[in-house]
């Protein structure tokens, strides 16, 4: 019913970006006296117990809510845009859309849905990257902006889709 789609192009670019900027890339950048810091998301989890963040909530966003995030982020768009809904179970199965069959009619109605759920993964991301740095949003690294950055490419990958199938419904 689905088919690879150009869709995979900017969610997989955008799902790279948030995996890179979860465990590569500098989240906090400062200068103290003549030497410079950096931490990268994993030393902010390292030392989660240690640092003040604004609330329990961004201590918990450190912790695991932005792994589980970026994780239903993956399992929830990459089938959808890779053309995984080959039939009305993997349909119904991939997507949790009980209403609607998967038809030329209902395409932009799966395609809404999908791209709805990326964007609340991005505005999780993006509150997230808000309550660590409520204090003093000049520490920012490059982390956060590849983060953020990267669920808005998902949320366009997931608003472009797969492509229809020759054997879809009408």
Known sequence: MTAVGLGVIPAALGIVLELVALFAV?????????????????????????????????????QWFAFLVTVVTMASVLPWTLGALRTKRSAFLLSSIRRKELTHANFWW???????????????HAAGVVLIFARNFSLLGLGPYLLVGGALLVVVGAAIGPRKAPGMPR
């Open 110 to 124: 799966y395609r809404t849905v999908f791209a709805g759920r990326a964007t609340v993964m991005l505005l999780l």
């Open 26 to 62: 500098p989240w906090v950048t400062f200068t103290s006296g003549t030497a410079s810091v950096s931490m990268t998301f994993l030393d902010l989890l390292r030392q989660s117990d240690a640092v003040r963040f604004s609330s329990g909530l961004a201590t918990s966003y450190v």
